[in-house]
């Protein structure tokens, strides 16, 4: 008994990366439940978009992100052999795709932008419960392949949630105007039905999963894996669609930058060749991310315009492009196979803990 | 040998198509900034997004000039309210009314439950068709008129109180030639709003015998 409650109160933080502060803040997206509401009450919420300093703030988190991928997928111990197609053949593929696209931006960049917005709120559920299942393997919790599904399934459902809010966002806007959806029938009360019972599902079954854990495996699951499914839910389920997406871009990136960049320094210092620290390899990264971010966003623009591309094709066929090529790098990059360089930095610091 | 040459090849190719890539993305990346340096005299500035590409757009040309860049953004960018009302007040401003369509139906994507935007997209639509009857296009015609109707319809049921929604409706009916019930719109105008010019005088004339 004395040992159950001992396992159980371990488990809660977690084994962290840094400090908890800083992995429940940060990578955990606890900083969002403090900035958010003090945004809100301290200033008017369009504040987020006169600000002058926004498009540097999104350089810094949100670009940077992007580019983060692509960086760690060039650094990544051994990518190249495991992912030969990823790394040497799918920048041109995409390359080539998107100047493809450019010539008929008025019929095409419809779709690539809905590919990219529906698969946005994909993407970050899937992050959430990468992070969450990232932190029960590190803290020593193992989840049996049903907590595991279970898992997945109430990550996405902020996804679901998006996809019922905003009709224009996915496949049924491919063939009907969302006005014409709406006028012939109107369904909405029940969609809205729907979409508040999602919230609501999305806010509880977490802890419901948390108490099944714990009452089940004798041990409870780090708290930092529910508050990072959380918070993922919170941006969704209590802002309007747009709030949650600007809170979102932001909130993700940070977090994401922060992993990634765990994840790479602790590859860089294992080398046996090494001899820089910590703070050097983080600002090597994250250097290398604001220079590949900014000419990404910033310049291959231009350089499309320099072809003869209109301007607003140009940037926004680009941003979608490089949202696309971020989330399919970003679903090979995290693996947690066997023998795989993420494993280890994962499970470094697990192994012979008894946490 | 020989099996040693055959997996090498691909090797050997996703090596060339990823110099190819990169020479490609480096010659892009360098004219974009070489071209950002003689159009607007500084390397790219950091920006977010098609805001700050509006906003220097606007800055630079002339309202006419840029409604096919907003356009092609109103297409691309079709689920932001922001780009589809960009286009909408420049086509306004430069009496572009396939854009002002665009805008409207862009702005409809974002609030579809507008009845005002409905009858806005319902008028200019019964304008268009007006215009096609004039030059004799029967067909073009018919079309913007029931969708005109489809609008006009849908604003209606969402505000059923509004007399110039009921005109807007009364007068696509008339374009129809669906008399009869123009009629009803125009007199449930005129039970919301005794003063309505236009309904008394479509009750008069045309309408006078419905």
């Known amino acids: 008994m004395a040992i159950s409650s001992t396992l159980r109160s371990m488990g809660l933080i977690g084994r962290c990366f840094v400090h908890p502060i800083f992995d429940y803040l940060v990578i955990g997206g606890g900083l969002s439940l403090i900035v958010i509401p003090a945004v809100y009450l301290l200033a008017d919420p369009p504040v987020m978009r006169d600000f002058t300093m926004l498009p540097w703030f999104i350089l810094c988190s949100n670009s940077a992100h992007f580019a983060a991928s692509t960086v760690r997928l060039y650094t990544k111990p051994g990518s190249r052999d495991a992912l030969p197609f990823l790394t040497m053949v799918f920048p041109t593929v995409t390359l080539g795709v998107l100047t493809l696209c450019m010539f008929e931006a008025d019929v095409i960049g419809r779709y690539v932008q809905l590919i990219y917005l529906s698969w946005s709120p994909y993407h970050y559920a899937a992050q959430a419960y990468g992070l969450a299942v990232m932190y029960c393997v590190r803290s020593g919790c193992e989840l049996t392949q049903n907590q595991k599904r279970f898992l997945w399934w109430i990550a996405i459902l902020p996804f679901f949630k998006v996809l019922l809010v905003a009709t224009s966002k996915h496949v049924v806007a491919w063939h009907i105007p969302e006005q014409l959806v709406w006028s012939q029938v109107d369904w909405r009360g029940g969609v809205n039905l729907v979409t508040e019972v999602l919230g609501v599902l999305a806010m509880a079954l977490p802890l419901v999963l948390f108490a099944q854990v714990w009452l089940t495996n004798r041990r409870s699951m780090p708290l930092i894996s529910l508050l990072v499914i959380m918070t993922n839910g919170v941006w969704f389920v209590v802002f309007p669609l747009i709030d949650g997406f600007v809170w979102t871009t932001i909130f993700h990136g940070i977090q994401y930058l922060a992993i990634v960049m765990i994840f790479h320094v602790r590859d860089r210092v294992a080398r046996p060749e090494n001899k820089r620290g910590v703070v050097f390899h983080t600002i090597c990264f994250y250097g290398m991310c604001l220079v590949l971010g900014y000419a990404l966003f910033n310049c291959l623009p231009y350089g499309y315009q320099m072809l003869g591309f209109g301007a607003a094709e140009s940037v926004l066929l680009v941003i979608a492009a490089i949202n696309i090529h971020h989330f399919i790098v970003d679903g090979y990059i995290w693996k947690l196979g066997r023998g795989d360089a993420n494993r280890r930095v994962v499970e470094t610091v697990a192994i012979g803990t008894g946490a | ?210």
């Not at chain 2, 890539?21 to 005299?41: C, E, K, R």
């Not at chain 2, 589809?84 to 007040?89: A, D, M, T």
């Not at chain 2, 805008?103 to 068709?129: C, K, M, Q, W, Y």
């Not at chain 2, 604003?155 to 009869?180: C, F, H, K, W, Y």
């Open chain 2, 1 to 210: 040998m020989t099996q040693v040459t055959r997996r090498a090849r691909p090797i050997d190719r996703s090596a060339q198509l990823f110099v190819v890539g990169n020479v490609l993305l480096a010659v892009l990346l360098s004219g974009g900034i070489a071209h950002s340096v003689i159009s607007d005299g500084r390397p790219p500035k950091i920006r977010v997004g098609f805001a700050d590409t509006h906003r220097h757009l606007i800055d630079t040309r002339k309202h006419a000039e840029i409604i096919p860049d907003l356009q092609t953004a109103a297409s691309i960018n079709f689920d932001d309210g922001v780009t589809q009302l960009q286009l909408l007040s420049t086509a306004y401003k430069a009496h572009d009314t396939d854009s002002i369509v665009l805008g409207l139906r862009g702005l409809l994507n974002h609030a579809p439950d507008d009845s005002e935007l409905h009858g806005e997209l319902a008028t200019v639509l019964l304008g268009i068709g007006h215009a096609e009857d004039a030059l004799r296009h029967a067909e073009d015609a018919l079309r913007h008129f029931e969708d005109a109707l489809v609008h006009s319809s849908v604003a209606v049921r969402l505000n059923p109180d509004s007399s110039r929604l009921q005109i807007t409706q009364g007068a696509v009916m008339l374009a129809l030639e669906r008399n009869q019930e123009a009629a009803a719109s125009y007199r449930k105008a005129l039970e919301l709003n005794p003063d309505s010019e236009p309904a008394q005088r479509a009750l008069k004339y045309p309408l006078k015998n419905y």
